[in-house]
């Protein structure tokens, strides 16, 4: 018997006729070798397993090489050959008994199709495993390659395979396919051929095949329900994007209308009606800001800040803020930060803020007597950093103690008549939940049933010397007038939003001049400087995406007038949109006047002379407070 074993990309390796069985570990000389032996000296088949090992293979020089299972076989002519398991080995066999072969490298390759073409591309042999893969017989398999057995959109890359295959003596391609069955239906195929047209033993386009149908199929069903579930969040955040702005544009004339009304001399009755609105108008805001600040968590598109803050004085603001809510409901609210605790960190200010204003809202919405209790703790400084401690008490309704895994649930609450109680999304802890994780701390809940809850959370927040920490913004009434007079240009479609950005910018101090659409801002424009431009972002016809391109456009880099979006899509997508069309900074509907305030006087420009007479802009630089 004369044995050529081929490692695959290394030379064909001799080893001759019996001499081969000393050069096989002795486990292997235990299983397949002796199977090997016995088959090829005619002693009568034993039980062949569907394959074995040969291990730890002396070649001439010496070289330990360690071998791969065997697997799949095939015969033709006067030759067997059989591969490895993976492909890194092939043996050719030329055996002393044709028949016991024949049975024995069958039984080996039930698995693993087999066939062989020459540089023609006829099949000379085919496997019956390959056959019973198919449902064809030999006949229908040997000659001309069955190209029409592939499916029609696998050809071309098939036939390319079938060309390149012969383009480099031992090149090893591998694909996968969908042949047609015999049945009908097709199966999809893995595929590894190897050119060794070149090799004495062989001279033969090797391809190796195994039925792979139920594993791609479970593939493709995990990509189709990857791509669905994709779809349904894109559909979802779409949805989000246009009820937020549909919402929020009406919203803006509700809540800045009233906030203008309670700016004015009003008896008591209409000051009670004012706030009324007011109240209904933030409470409506909530809602859709929990379902915002969800959908941005969903799509990881949260950034956290690391700022100057100073824990005590946001604790102060929660107070300030809170203090009216429980006051009406005869509730009392207390605050403690310890007298002497460190009280300046680098943090995300907004977010802890959102966090503990969050926690005490629902403590005030769940308790009826009683009152409210918030407690921080400051850790022990290691290594730059403390850990801040922030307990919320309150004496309410309490969670029984089977609830309490879910209260940090998505759309749950404790009890499902709660939201028809009390109000709410059932959003909001489960949001502080993922913004203190986003911080790397922890929150948790103790509670008893009728006797309160504490809701405990811990973040680690980096050190700084409390004199570097950020002070609270400055307080004081936001609608007086502004350090500077400014010309400014509100873009805007909608009547009742131009009155309303219009009278508060009157109250600032401001001239205001009003564009109802993309082209008459342009116009406007062409016409007159302006300090400051308010852009809405969603207009029929040209949008403010669109008109804020041309405004750069037209000014090239000489001047740069500062945009301002003021728009109810509050999606971090079309924020990012904002900026990227060349706005300077956004404000979202409903219009926070502070914030409003405050952007004006970060970006406005004083008066500019009038354009020259020949209607180019004059050029005049503003500095971009950026630095950039």
């Known amino acids: 018997m004369r044995i050529y074993l081929r490692y ?16 096989v570990h002795e486990d292997g000389l235990r299983g397949g070798s002796q199977r090997i032996r016995r088959l090829c000296s005619g002693v009568g088949a034993p039980a062949v397993e569907r394959h074995f090992a040969v291990r730890d293979v002396r070649i001439d020089d010496d070289r330990a090489v360690e071998a791969a299972q065997w697997h799949a076989a095939t015969f033709a002519g006067p030759w067997a050959a059989m591969s490895a398991l993976d492909d890194d080995a092939l043996a050719v066999v030329d055996p002393g008994h044709h028949d016991q072969w024949v049975e024995f490298l069958d039984q080996l390759t039930s698995s693993v199709g087999i066939n062989l073409r020459d540089r023609s591309s006829r099949v000379f042999y ?19 390659l069955r190209e029409d057995l592939v499916h029609p959109e696998d050809r071309p890359a098939a036939r390319e395979r079938a060309e390149s295959i012969l383009e480099e003596a031992g090149r090893t391609l591998r694909s996968k396919v969908r042949l047609l069955h015999k049945n009908g239906e097709y199966r999809w195929i893995e595929i590894t051929t190897q050119n060794l047209l070149h090799h004495p033993a062989v001279a033969a386009i090797v391809t190796n095949a195994r039925d792979v149908t139920e594993a791609t199929l479970a593939e493709l069903a995990a990509e189709d329900a990857r791509k669905r579930a994709e779809a349904a969040n894109f559909a979802k955040s779409e949805f989000l994007a246009v009820m937020s702005h549909e919402i929020r544009t009406p919203m803006n004339g509700i809540s800045g209308m009233s906030q203008l009304l309670l700016s004015t001399p009003l008896n008591a009755e209409q000051r009670d009606y004012s706030e009324t609105i007011r109240s209904s108008a933030s409470s409506l805001m909530a809602l859709i800001n929990d379902l915002l600040d969800f959908s941005r968590i969903e799509a990881g598109k949260v950034d956290i800040e690391n700022a100057p803050l100073r824990l005590d ?6 107070a300030q803020l809170m203090g009216t809510k429980a006051e009406e409901k005869g509730l009392l609210l207390s605050c403690h930060y310890p007298v002497d605790a460190h009280t300046g960190f680098r943090g995300d200010a907004l977010r802890i803020r959102q966090i503990i204003l969050n926690l005490v809202g ?12 918030v407690d ?26 089977e609830k309490l895994a879910l209260v940090f649930e998505k759309f749950t609450q404790a009890d499902s008549s709660t939201s028809r109680r009390y109000g709410g999304s059932g959003l909001g802890l489960s949001i502080s939940k993922s913004l203190v994780e986003l911080m790397g701390g922890t929150i948790s809940v103790s509670s008893s049933e009728s006797f309160g809850s504490c809701f405990v959370v811990a973040l680690p927040l980096e050190t700084i010397r409390d004199q570097e920490a950020l002070s609270s913004p400055a307080q004081g009434n936001p609608l007086r007038p502004l350090s500077q007079v400014l010309e400014v240009l509100v873009v805007e479609d909608n009547l009742v939003n131009q009155k309303l950005v219009a009278k508060v910018l009157e109250r600032l101090g401001c001239r205001v001049h009003i564009a109802s659409g993309g082209e008459d801002a342009l116009q406007k424009h062409q016409k007159q400087r302006f300090g400051v431009i308010l852009m809405d972002c969603q207009m029929p016809g040209m949008d403010g995406y669109q008109t804020t391109v041309k405004i750069r456009e037209a000014e090239g880099k000489t001047i740069h007038t500062p945009i301002i979006a003021i728009t109810a899509n509050a999606m971090q997508r079309d924020l990012e949109r904002c900026l990227e069309s060349g706005m300077d900074a956004y404000l979202t509907k409903p219009i926070d006047f502070a914030k409003l305030r405050a952007a ?22 503003i500095s971009d407070p950026s630095g950039a």
């Open 313 to 318: 004085l946001i604790l102060q603001d929660v």
């Open 600 to 621: 004006l006087e970060e970006w406005g420009s004083s008066v500019k002379p009038p354009l020259e007479e020949t209607g180019s802009l004059v050029p005049t630089t």
């Open 126 to 144: 085919t496997s019956p495993s390959l056959q019973s893969m198919l449902g064809y017989e030999a006949d229908e398999l040997l000659g001309a």
């Open 8 to 23: 695959y990309r290394q030379r064909a390796i001799r080893l001759g006729g019996i001499a081969f069985f000393p050069h």
């Open 376 to 401: 921080v703790e400051v850790g022990e400084e290691r290594q730059g950093r403390r850990e801040v401690g922030i307990a919320v008490n309150d004496t309410g309704i309490g969670i029984a103690a």
């Open 362 to 373: 629902n403590a005030i919405k769940f308790t009826n007597s009683g009152g409210v209790r």
